[in-house]
């Protein structure tokens, strides 16, 4: 059973930085695509950036050249980098994993519990 673990959200105000990590047991972290998606209250859950085994990336619009998905495998762990956060990034942000390559659609088998991103103006 895959388990994937969240941390490193909190409250930051706008313009700031935050780096979510997300921690995979071994059967979730062999996968072939993980991804982060986040959900605000009343929204869908959107794709904001995911990375396959190969490493080749893709990005939400409403993040690219702020957001950054990397992984260690080393360490089965998944980082999303986050800078110049605005307002509306504000959400529950989760991972999640899967060995089929959904990319940005929500149909990954391995979720997360998710950690929560405050961004105020």
């Known amino acids: 059973q895959g388990t994937l673990v969240e941390s490193g959200g909190g409250s930051v105000q706008a313009g700031g930085s935050l780096r979510l990590s997300c921690a995979a047991n071994?059967?979730?972290?062999?996968?072939?695509?993980f991804g982060w998606f986040r959900q605000a209250p009343g929204k869908e859950r959107e794709g904001v950036a995911v990375?396959?085994?190969?490493?080749?990336?893709s990005y939400a619009d409403s993040v690219k050249g702020r957001f950054t998905i990397s992984k260690d495998n080393a360490k089965r762990t998944l980082y999303l980098q986050m800078n110049s956060l605005k307002p509306e990034d504000s959400a529950m942000y989760y991972c999640?994993?899967?060995?089929?390559?959904?990319?940005?659609?929500?149909?990954?088998?391995?979720w997360g519990q998710g950690t929560q991103v405050t961004v105020s103006s």
């Open positions: 999640a994993a899967d060995r089929v390559a959904w990319w940005l659609l929500p149909e990954y088998n391995y």
């Open positions: 990375i396959d085994s190969d490493g080749s990336t």
């Open positions: 071994r059967d979730a972290y062999g996968s072939s695509c």
